[in-house]
Nanobody
Framework: QVQVTESGGGSVQTGGSLRLSCVVT????????MGWFRQAPGKEREGVAS???????TYAESVKGRFTIAVGGARNIFDLQMNDLKPEDAALYSC?????????????????????WGEGTLVNISS
């Protein structure tokens, strides 16, 4: 059984930083596409960043240069480093995993559907 668990959310002032972590257990596939998503109240969910098993990354235009997705301390941990946070970054951030691999990530399919989801971690930004 695959489980996805996010952590690291909290409240931070505009311009501050947060690091979110995603731990995935029970995922046996060697090839993967992992994504961080966010959803603010009244808005649609959007894909923020993805990383695949070949190390490729993609980012939403709104976070390029500020957010970095990377494999964490272990193969099953995926971090999202968020710098220079803005009020519009406030949202529920969720992590998701899919066995689709690099093609799934780089082809943009990850934005539409992923197999395994966490419950999310909340990020609040104060001005």
């Amino acid at each position: 059984q695959v489980q996805v668990t996010e952590s690291g959310g909290g409240s931070v002032q505009t311009g501050g930083s947060l690091r979110l972590s995603c731990v995935v257990t029970g995922f046996r596939e060697k090839r993967y596409c992992m994504g961080w998503f966010r959803q603010a109240p009244g808005k649609e969910r959007e894909g923020v960043a993805s990383i695949d098993s070949d190390g490729g990354t993609t980012y939403a235009e709104s976070v390029k240069g500020r957010f970095t997705i990377a494999v964490g301390g272990a193969r099953n941990i995926f971090d999202l480093q968020m710098n220079d946070l803005k009020p519009e970054d406030a949202a529920l951030y969720s992590c998701a995993a899919d066995p689709g691999g690099p093609r799934y990530c780089r082809g943009g399919y990850w934005q539409y559907t992923m197999n395994y989801w966490g419950e999310g971690t909340l990020v609040n930004i104060s001005s």
